[in-house]
Every structure is written in C-alpha cells, then in structure tokens.
Nanobody, 123 residues
Framework: QSQLVESGGGLVQPGGSLLLSCGTS????????IGWFRQAPGKEREGIVCLSSYGKITYYADSAKDRFTMSRDSAKHTVYLHMNSLTPEDTARYYC????????????????YGQGTQVTVSS
C-alpha cells in the first residue's frame, strides 16, 4: 500500500534538471529518513540517496554524488530530490521511501513507499 506520493517527473533533455517531490498527507515526514530509489527497465531497483531526519545526506549511487541533492520543506511536509546534469542513464522510475529510524540502501529498510514518478532523459 503506497502512502507516499512522488511527483515532478517528466521528459528532459540531456544536461537538464528536474525537481522531484515526495509527500504524504498521512503523517509528518519531518521525523523520517527519506530515501530515493530508481528502477530502469530490465534493471533492479537501486538506492540513490537518503536524507536523514536530522539532515544528513547519504549517497548510495556514485553517479548521484556530484549531481543530485535532497532538501526538506517541513512546512509543506515534502522532501525534494534535486537532479542536475541529467543523462540518458538517469532514465528510470523514481521512488521515495520513508523510515522512522535510519537511512538504508535497501528499500526493505523502509516502512512506507510511493508508486514512483517516471523520469526520461532524451533529446
């Protein structure tokens, strides 16, 4: 059962940027670690990056370290994934997940999930 909602995906040209959002109306995200995952066609879902409840960002994908970052807007109960310098290799469905405990590279470490938002990088 999905309790998180992702948005902001779409078609973008190589080198472009996108801002993905993760939110829920069922609980306050402020006290949760929020992880982002992605799954490309024919590939396994991979962890990208996580923002802990106290503001630490942990990267799980080397390709994301210099291009992606996360932020939290507590007033809007929303966590964001800022993606820059996108390449076709970033094309995937992006998912957010929430944990009341810690960041985890394994999606099984989270309690709540979303249905994902599609990101396509193409010229």
């Amino acid at each position: 059962q999905s309790q998180l909602v992702e948005s902001g995906g779409g078609l973008v040209q190589p080198g472009g940027s996108l801002l993905l959002s993760c939110g829920t109306s069922e609980f306050t995200l402020e006290h949760y670690a929020i992880g982002w995952f992605r799954q490309a066609p024919g590939k396994e879902r991979e962890g990208i990056v996580c923002l802990s409840s106290y503001g630490k960002i942990t990267y799980y994908a080397d390709s994301a370290k210099d291009r992606f970052t996360m932020s939290r807007d507590s007033a809007k109960h929303t966590v964001y994934l800022h993606m820059n310098s996108l390449t076709p290799e970033d094309t995937a469905r992006y998912y957010c997940a929430a944990s009341p405990i810690n960041c985890d590279n394994d999606q099984e470490g989270y309690n709540y999930y979303g249905q994902g938002t599609q990101v396509t990088v193409s010229s």
